[in-house]
C-alpha cells in the first residue's frame, strides 16, 4: 500500500481515505501502525473483490443503514471487519478470504431475551 501526505482528500471530514490501496493522509496526521492495519485490510478487502465492486458495495450497504439505529458508517460490515482487527498486526495473515461477510449482521446482545 502506497502512502501519500497530501491537504487535498475527497473526503472533507476524515484524516486519511484508501482508494483503490493507495492512502492519502493529511499532512498532520499522525499513523499508528494500527491505523495502516486498519487500512491494509480494506486493501485486501478491495482486492479479493477486484476493487470496484467493493465500492459498489460499501455503498449500497451504507444507504441501506443510514435509516437504521447508529452510526451508518461504523455499522458497514468492512468498517467492522477493519475497526474490529485493527490492533492484531498479525491478522492479515491468518484472515480468511470474505471475513467481511461474517459482519454483514448486527452482533445480538448477549442477554437478550428471546421471549
Aim: proline share 5%; no cysteine.
Amino acid at each position: 500500500m502506497r502512502i501519500f501526505r497530501t491537504k487535498r482528500i475527497p473526503a472533507r471530514n476524515y484524516d486519511a481515505i484508501n482508494l483503490f490501496g493507495m492512502l492519502f493522509v493529511h499532512p498532520g496526521v499522525m499513523l499508528s501502525e494500527e491505523l495502516i492495519n486498519h487500512e491494509r485490510i480494506h486493501t485486501k478487502q478491495m482486492m479479493e473483490m477486484l476493487f470496484l465492486p467493493f465500492y459498489v458495495w460499501y455503498v449500497v450497504e451504507w444507504l441501506i443503514r443510514i435509516p437504521m439505529k447508529g452510526r451508518a458508517y461504523t455499522s458497514i460490515s468492512f468498517e467492522r471487519e477493519a475497526y474490529g482487527n485493527m490492533d492484531d498486526l498479525d491478522y492479515l495473515k491468518k484472515r480468511k478470504p470474505y471475513a467481511w461477510i461474517k459482519y454483514l449482521r448486527k452482533k445480538k446482545r448477549a442477554n437478550r431475551n428471546p421471549y
